[in-house]
């Protein structure tokens, strides 16, 4: 990757050590500056290691340890240089000077340890490393930096500040600095863990104190289990708990089916007028025979009538089915939060279902017979009735039509999709219906100002299409109607027909029954009369007789067919809800709450067997469990570093900088003195300041060290040699290291 011969390469090479006696810190050694390519190196090498420094120190988080030479020319530190670029406030760099002990005699760097010569706002630390003599004589860390401690206490010039230099000062510095950052992000650490516990305290709530082989406890897990079910089954039928913002579902989708759905579903069957008045034609003309009757017969009305009641017992079943898998669903929603125990799980599931099948199979019975007994007797003496009623009051059949037909009553509104109206083909636009008895109009939004039409709905049929458009390689179904009027050329405007999309099938399914419930039938392609080019003659409802006599007939049994059935139709709206719900949801409520439990006992399973839990739940359990631990460990250790560690201020800005001078005058007068009082600009034990986010990285660049990096259960840590790398053997101390040559060395 880098050659045979001093290449470089900006992947980092991890190294990580396991002591006891070493720093929780992680400390990043970056080469020198070189200024000339030797070896396998690249002509722009200095430009490549400028970019690798400048990489790791722009880091906001990186603490800077800008090593210098102190036999070279502080003034021409490449190392200072970087540093002042990218941390012009000198509130994350940290001077250090290497080779104290080989500087030329009668010269000193106390000056420079004192912040006195290209002053930094956290000062200098000098340090003295092992020889290349004491490399090769294997002297350890401990006897080194105990030399290094004699050194400074020995040396005239150093003494003085011993307390605050060496290896070991560098090490607290650095220490210090992480527990600066620990205890800055230590407030929203804690709010993270407290939310995080809070969460989990729900979930472990039931087994935190459980174990896996807790078998005692079973059977009153298993009461709670079911007692669990049956609560969330009535929430979902009854309303409350959480509530579903996605879609309807429960107790809200069934009120849905009721009160939407199954009105529109009763008009399904219902004839349209030709072919309603052809089978009251054909029915007067068979029961009068060869003879041409003088009445109307009333034989011709009940059969009529028969044949529309029967017609309801189809979308009566349809909404019994509906119910019954809405229900199913929400069975299988409740019985899903006891899925840590499958066999319970299984067997619940199993029962109910039997049970809401048997229940299923009794509504059906007796909405059966509720059509029979309509079937039983037509009673042509009922008050909304207006046969014989309109006639006693004096009133004309027509009069009593009229009357009921001017109330407009609103039926849905909602986002439908047209893909036919002023549009390129294959483009579709959402506009916002809105659904009457007698017309159908739409607008831009919501707010019903800007009206794009007012359709009158007379005469108007309708068809669905369900097809597939490919999109990007796969079939997306797309769920349509067709409006239109098999007996005009144009259903308005230009347009010969109206092409709604629906979101989703139930979308779908609702408007569909709103369009039936508004007289807005499927189309029948036997009933379609042939269009014709010229718009004048376009056919009217076709006559089938021409006898007048037979045509009044025909007009006077449609009027009572339509009168008795809008009262059957009524009757079944409000009788069919009934009985669903007394024989299926009400039934369910009740087996679930009291004869679920004794089902369970009595089904020859064992308790033990129900509650065997699967090895993906206990697994998921351990876990649960072990966070739930960890965050209280967490939170306990945060309280313990919260009072048994200190942090330290920032250093002072040093006089004449931009920090400094951005400061008001009582500022800088405490500058000043603090300056004063503490030669090279620190005041008291200096320590590094809290930075903004992770935890300290510790970025070094032109220090010839011997990292010691690692993880100690889990944590990063940190060892520091500070001597000189070992030479080659028969190599001179001064002979400078294998890796690019540093600034001054």
Same mark, same amino acid.
């Given at each position: 990757?880098?050659?045979?011969?001093?290449?470089?390469?900006?992947?980092?090479?991890?190294?990580?050590?396991?002591?006891?006696?070493?720093?929780?810190?992680?400390?990043?050694?970056?080469?020198?500056?070189?200024?000339?390519?030797?070896?396998?190196?690249?002509?722009?090498?200095?430009?490549?290691?400028?970019?690798?420094?400048?990489?790791?120190?722009?880091?906001?988080?990186?603490?800077?340890?800008?090593?210098?030479?102190?036999?070279?020319?502080?003034?021409?530190?490449?190392?200072?240089?970087?540093?002042?670029?990218?941390?012009?406030?000198?509130?994350?760099?940290?001077?250090?000077?290497?080779?104290?002990?080989?500087?030329?005699?009668?010269?000193?760097?106390?000056?420079?340890?004192?912040?006195?010569?290209?002053?930094?706002?956290?000062?200098?630390?000098?340090?003295?490393?092992?020889?290349?003599?004491?490399?090769?004589?294997?002297?350890?860390?401990?006897?080194?930096?105990?030399?290094?401690?004699?050194?400074?206490?020995?040396?005239?010039?150093?003494?003085?500040?011993?307390?605050?230099?060496?290896?070991?000062?560098?090490?607290?510095?650095?220490?210090?600095?992480?527990?600066?950052?620990?205890?800055?992000?230590?407030?929203?650490?804690?709010?993270?863990?407290?939310?995080?516990?809070?969460?989990?305290?729900?979930?472990?709530?039931?087994?935190?104190?459980?174990?896996?082989?807790?078998?005692?406890?079973?059977?009153?897990?298993?009461?709670?289990?079911?007692?669990?079910?049956?609560?969330?089954?009535?929430?979902?039928?009854?309303?409350?708990?959480?509530?579903?913002?996605?879609?309807?579902?429960?107790?809200?989708?069934?009120?849905?089916?009721?009160?939407?759905?199954?009105?529109?579903?009763?008009?399904?069957?219902?004839?349209?007028?030709?072919?309603?008045?052809?089978?009251?034609?054909?029915?007067?003309?068979?029961?009068?025979?060869?003879?041409?009757?003088?009445?109307?017969?009333?034989?011709?009305?009940?059969?009529?009538?028969?044949?529309?009641?029967?017609?309801?017992?189809?979308?009566?079943?349809?909404?019994?089915?509906?119910?019954?898998?809405?229900?199913?669903?929400?069975?299988?929603?409740?019985?899903?939060?006891?899925?840590?125990?499958?066999?319970?799980?299984?067997?619940?599931?199993?029962?109910?279902?039997?049970?809401?099948?048997?229940?299923?199979?009794?509504?059906?019975?007796?909405?059966?017979?509720?059509?029979?007994?309509?079937?039983?007797?037509?009673?042509?003496?009922?008050?909304?009735?207006?046969?014989?009623?309109?006639?006693?009051?004096?009133?004309?059949?027509?009069?009593?039509?009229?009357?009921?037909?001017?109330?407009?009553?609103?039926?849905?509104?909602?986002?439908?999709?047209?893909?036919?109206?002023?549009?390129?083909?294959?483009?579709?636009?959402?506009?916002?219906?809105?659904?009457?008895?007698?017309?159908?109009?739409?607008?831009?939004?919501?707010?019903?100002?800007?009206?794009?039409?007012?359709?009158?709905?007379?005469?108007?049929?309708?068809?669905?299409?369900?097809?597939?458009?490919?999109?990007?390689?796969?079939?997306?179904?797309?769920?349509?109607?067709?409006?239109?009027?098999?007996?005009?050329?144009?259903?308005?405007?230009?347009?010969?027909?109206?092409?709604?999309?629906?979101?989703?099938?139930?979308?779908?399914?609702?408007?569909?029954?709103?369009?039936?419930?508004?007289?807005?039938?499927?189309?029948?392609?036997?009933?379609?009369?042939?269009?014709?080019?010229?718009?004048?003659?376009?056919?009217?409802?076709?006559?089938?007789?021409?006898?007048?006599?037979?045509?009044?007939?025909?007009?006077?049994?449609?009027?009572?067919?339509?009168?008795?059935?809008?009262?059957?139709?009524?009757?079944?709206?409000?009788?069919?809800?009934?009985?669903?719900?007394?024989?299926?949801?009400?039934?369910?409520?009740?087996?679930?709450?009291?004869?679920?439990?004794?089902?369970?006992?009595?089904?020859?399973?064992?308790?033990?067997?129900?509650?065997?839990?699967?090895?993906?739940?206990?697994?998921?359990?351990?876990?649960?469990?072990?966070?739930?631990?960890?965050?209280?460990?967490?939170?306990?250790?945060?309280?313990?570093?919260?009072?048994?560690?200190?942090?330290?201020?920032?250093?002072?800005?040093?006089?004449?900088?931009?920090?400094?001078?951005?400061?008001?005058?009582?500022?800088?007068?405490?500058?000043?003195?603090?300056?004063? /009082?503490?030669?090279?600009?620190? %005041?008291? $034990?200096?320590? *590094? &300041?809290?930075? +903004?986010?992770? !935890?300290? =990285?510790?970025?070094?660049?032109?220090?010839?060290?011997?990292?010691?990096?690692?993880?100690?259960?889990?944590?990063?840590?940190?060892?520091?040699?500070?001597?000189? /790398?070992?030479?080659?053997?028969? %190599?001179? $101390?001064?002979? *400078? &290291?294998?890796? +690019?040559?540093? !600034?001054? =060395?």
């Amino acid at each position: 990757m880098t050659g045979s011969n001093k290449g470089i390469s900006d992947v980092p090479i991890n190294l990580r050590i396991f002591s006891p006696h070493v720093l929780n810190l992680t400390l990043i050694d970056l080469p020198g500056i070189t200024k000339v390519p030797i070896g396998d190196q690249p002509p722009d090498i200095e430009f490549q290691i400028r970019g690798m420094i400048m990489q790791f120190i722009t880091k906001p988080s990186c603490l800077i340890l800008a090593v210098t030479p102190a036999n070279s020319d502080l003034a021409n530190s490449d190392a200072l240089k970087l540093a002042k670029e990218v941390d012009p406030e000198g509130v994350r760099t940290i001077g250090v000077l290497t080779k104290l002990d080989l500087m030329d005699e009668g010269t000193d760097a106390r000056d420079i340890l004192d912040n006195k010569v290209l002053q930094l706002r956290r000062g200098y630390i000098g340090v003295v490393n092992r020889s290349q003599k004491d490399i090769d004589g294997k002297k350890d860390i401990k006897a080194a930096q105990a030399a290094e401690r004699k050194y400074f206490l020995s040396h005239p010039s150093y003494r003085h500040l011993a307390e605050r230099a060496g290896t070991a000062f560098l090490q607290k510095t650095l220490n210090q600095q992480l527990t600066n950052h620990i205890r800055e992000v230590l407030p929203s650490l804690r709010s993270k863990l407290e939310q995080q516990l809070s969460s989990l305290e729900g979930e472990v709530k039931e087994f935190k104190f459980l174990g896996r082989e807790d078998k005692s406890s079973r059977p009153r897990i298993m009461m709670q289990m079911v007692n669990r079910v049956t609560h969330d089954f009535e929430e979902m039928i009854e309303g409350g708990g959480n509530v579903d913002t996605k879609s309807l579902s429960g107790g809200a989708k069934i009120n849905t089916i009721f009160h939407l759905r199954f009105p529109g579903y009763l008009n399904e069957g219902r004839l349209d007028e030709a072919e309603l008045r052809k089978e009251i034609g054909y029915a007067i003309r068979n029961i009068h025979g060869v003879r041409s009757g003088l009445f109307t017969p009333d034989a011709a009305f009940e059969m009529t009538v028969k044949r529309q009641i029967e017609s309801l017992a189809p979308p009566s079943m349809k909404c019994i089915k509906q119910v019954s898998t809405e229900l199913h669903e929400v069975i299988m929603k409740c019985i899903d939060k006891i899925k840590n125990y499958p066999n319970l799980q299984s067997h619940i599931d199993q029962l109910v279902s039997g049970y809401l099948r048997e229940c299923e199979q009794e509504c059906r019975s007796q909405v059966t017979q509720l059509v029979e007994v309509e079937l039983s007797y037509v009673n042509t003496n009922h008050d909304d009735f207006i046969g014989f009623n309109a006639t006693a009051k004096g009133e004309s059949v027509k009069d009593v039509q009229s009357a009921a037909s001017q109330d407009t009553q609103l039926i849905k509104k909602g986002w439908l999709s047209t893909t036919n109206v002023g549009l390129t083909k294959g483009l579709s636009r959402e506009y916002w219906f809105v659904l009457y008895t007698d017309a159908l109009a739409w607008y831009k939004d919501e707010s019903e100002r800007d009206q794009k039409y007012y359709l009158n709905i007379d005469g108007i049929k309708m068809k669905n299409i369900e097809d597939e458009e490919e999109h990007g390689g796969l079939f997306h179904r797309k769920f349509k109607i067709n409006l239109f009027n098999p007996n005009a050329r144009y259903l308005f405007r230009e347009y010969r027909e109206l092409i709604v999309i629906a979101k989703d099938e139930d979308d779908l399914e609702d408007w569909r029954a709103s369009f039936l419930r508004a007289g807005i039938y499927i189309h029948r392609s036997e009933l379609v009369t042939e269009e014709l080019e010229d718009e004048d003659a376009r056919p009217k409802f076709e006559r089938l007789f021409e006898d007048p006599q037979l045509e009044r007939q025909v007009e006077v049994i449609r009027t009572y067919v339509n009168s008795y059935m809008a009262i059957i139709r009524k009757t079944f709206k409000d009788l069919v809800p009934k009985h669903i719900m007394c024989l299926m949801v009400n039934k369910m409520k009740v087996y679930i709450e009291t004869e679920l439990m004794p089902m369970l006992y009595s089904s020859g399973q064992s308790v033990d067997n129900l509650m065997e839990e699967s090895e993906d739940e206990v697994r998921r359990r351990d876990e649960l469990l072990g966070m739930y631990e960890a965050c209280k460990s967490a939170l306990q250790t945060i309280a313990e570093v919260t009072t048994r560690t200190t942090s330290t201020p920032l250093p002072a800005p040093i006089p004449g900088s931009s920090s400094h001078a951005s400061q008001s005058p009582a500022a800088r007068r405490k500058v000043s003195s603090d300056v004063t /009082a503490n030669p090279g600009g620190m %005041s008291g $034990r200096m320590g *590094p &300041p809290p930075l +903004p986010s992770k !935890p300290a =990285m510790n970025t070094n660049f032109g220090l010839n060290v011997t990292p010691k990096i690692g993880f100690a259960e889990g944590k990063p840590s940190l060892g520091v040699d500070l001597r000189p /790398a070992p030479a080659p053997p028969g %190599s001179s $101390r001064r002979q *400078p &290291p294998s890796r +690019p040559a540093r !600034p001054g =060395m």
